[in-house]
């Protein structure tokens, strides 16, 4: 009458987590009371509902920007990387941007 209601599934994980004393607070010296068993097995039957609720994914982030052109991203990864023709591009592109020349590595200096 004490675990009535209850699924099979549930009494067997409070059986078990009786017999291998996992349950907190019981004297194993003894076995439980039946107060004791239903209510793990009423937590147990909870802990099974529990993990058959479908899950909630997170929403994916939403990218409010405006979407930019390939070929912006390509002239800005050259810029970037020194190459000074694209620096003299994206200045006319942008002219209220302050976009520094290329520095001068050792590589391009010019042996005398």
Avoid: W
Wanted: hydrophobic share 30%; proline share 12%; glycine share 6%.
């Amino acid at each position: 009458m004490a675990v009535s209601g209850i699924e099979p599934e549930a009494l067997a994980r409070a059986a078990q987590r009786f017999m291998r004393g996992e349950v907190g607070g019981h004297n194993r010296s003894f076995a439980p009371s039946c107060a004791e068993f239903a209510e793990e097995c009423r937590f147990q039957q909870m802990s099974i509902a529990a993990e058959r609720r479908p899950r909630i994914e997170p929403p994916k982030p939403k990218d409010d920007g405006p979407p930019v052109d390939p070929r912006k991203l390509q002239l800005l990864n050259k810029a970037l990387q020194g190459h000074q023709p694209s620096r003299d591009q994206l200045r006319r592109m942008y002219p209220h941007l302050d976009i520094p020349d290329a520095p001068v590595t050792s590589n391009e200096v010019s042996k005398p």
